[in-house]
């Protein structure tokens, strides 16, 4: 369990330039709990209305269809937040909130998170950026969806896994390595082709297995596998 005297929301980005006093007030309003991996943080079409602070630990954003099968949105690491939609709206949660290891959250209720919002407008334009980011890699997620098999699908998820990891020498370094199983549920599809794309861009010289990390050996011809087939759908 957490101990009381050490609780802090002094590692949260979001609130990175609130003044110590705010922080702790924050700290005060919030209540904290504490969640083993595999254990349901939230809950979908649950009524609560809380923001939730990753104080430590990691959570996925994830739905299930009717037959159970998984659908994963995003990972939350430690410093991050969720459960930003409902606290603004009042409306049922969009999606479940599953903790993937040993994970502190602090949980402000609707009303703090209000009053935050109009106390610190600078949290409020973090935020607004936070979820025009979200809007932006969802319309990708959409066309990609829609324009592209699913092996491309796959090989466009490399890339946006690569993100700000791309170096210089055209190379890119994925840690840790994903689970095959993991990228199916984020690009609708299998194990099996994840598994059978990743042994294909090995072969080809363009992926790479290290002991902890994916490297991807050439983006630039992984991205043009993707932009090609994209182009073919204009």
Not at 67 to 86: I, K, P
């Amino acid at each position: 369990m957490t101990d009381p005297e050490n609780l802090s929301l002094g590692g949260i980005p979001l609130l990175a330039d609130l003044p110590e006093k705010a922080l702790s007030d924050l700290a005060k309003r919030c209540s904290w709990r504490n969640f083993a991996p595999g254990e349901q943080v939230i809950d979908r079409q649950s009524d609560s209305c809380d923001l939730y602070f990753i104080v430590e630990g990691r959570s996925r954003v994830v739905n299930f269809s009717l037959s159970g099968r998984e659908v994963t949105f995003d990972d939350r690491e430690g410093g991050e937040y969720f459960g930003e939609l409902a606290a603004l709206d009042g409306e049922p949660r969009s999606a479940n909130v599953v903790a993937l290891e040993n994970t502190v959250v602090a949980c402000l209720s609707q009303e703090g998170f209000h009053d935050m919002l109009l106390t610190y407008p600078q949290v409020a334009v973090r935020i607004l950026k936070d979820m025009a980011k979200i809007v932006r890699i969802s319309t990708d997620r959409i066309m990609d969806l829609s324009t592209l098999g699913a092996n491309n699908r796959v090989h466009a998820e490399l890339l946006r896994l690569a993100g700000s990891n791309i170096q210089d020498d055209n190379t890119a370094r994925i840690s840790p390595i994903p689970i095959h199983g993991d990228i199916a549920s984020r690009v609708s599809t299998t194990r099996e082709t994840v598994a059978r794309v990743f042994s294909d861009l090995t072969r080809e010289g363009i992926l790479q297995r290290d002991r902890d990390a994916l490297i991807i050996l050439d983006i630039e011809q992984l991205n043009e596998i993707v932009e090609q087939v994209r182009g073919e759908g204009d």
